[in-house]
């Protein structure tokens, strides 16, 4: 797995002119890494493809849940709830691209549904056992009261820090989350859109205009 820096370097190695440009950042060149690499792995999970890799999805482990009145999803049991909005989590075509929810042991999964679906389901007779989840403004929800915290794996759009001191890493040494196999695609579409940026026409102020008029 490359880092930032080391895909950055790649980056600048195939476009000899951006060091003359003062304009054309590292950080700039982050942000059209992860604008085109969001881009291709969007692609290949609407097929059904990377769905176990850990080169896309991120562990958010330990989360703390809050207790919650109902009334936020609009329900009259108690539920529990994220104290923080989630980091942001990538959409797709059918539904967030979360991998999975678990008790913080992983020996257990909780389940997406719909407000909608939770109510039919209270409502049956013989219940099912399943433990289940939706995600509102951004928090996730539990809709247990007994649920405590949770795992999460997902395919967030940045970094998720955890406690095994990769915050203590700069940006540019964090790993850059992506299949190998896009990884010279991803280069190609920055590659082109730096071309493009740079052949951009630089306007030219005429300071005679004034006097022709």
Avoid: W
């Avoid at 990769?166 to 989350?177: I, P």
């Amino acid at each position: 797995m490359l880092t930032n820096a080391e895909l950055i370097a790649r980056v600048k190695n195939a476009n000899k002119f951006v060091s003359d440009d003062d304009l054309i950042s590292d950080r700039y060149i982050y942000t059209l890494l992860k604008s085109k690499a969001s881009v291709l792995i969007k692609r290949e999970l609407n097929l059904r493809k990377l769905l176990a890799s850990d080169n896309v999805y991120q562990a958010y482990e330990c989360i703390c849940l809050i207790e919650a009145p109902g009334a936020e999803c609009d329900l009259s049991c108690n539920v529990r709830r994220t104290k923080n909005k989630l980091p942001k989590i990538e959409e797709g075509l059918y539904s967030y691209f979360i991998q999975g929810v678990f008790n913080t042991s992983n020996s257990e999964e909780l389940f997406p549904t719909t407000i909608r679906d939770f109510i039919n389901h209270s409502r049956l007779r013989v219940k099912t056992p399943k433990k289940f989840y939706t995600i509102r403004n951004g928090y996730l929800y539990v809709l247990d009261p007994d649920v405590e915290s949770v795992n999460m794996y997902a395919y967030f759009t940045e970094s998720i820090e955890d406690p095994d001191g990769s915050e203590c890493l700069s940006m540019y040494d964090k790993e850059f989350k992506i299949a190998s196999y896009l990884v010279d695609p991803l280069v190609q579409l920055v590659n082109q859109e730096l071309i493009n940026y740079h052949k951009l026409p630089v306007e030219q102020e005429d300071n005679n205009r004034d006097e022709q008029i």
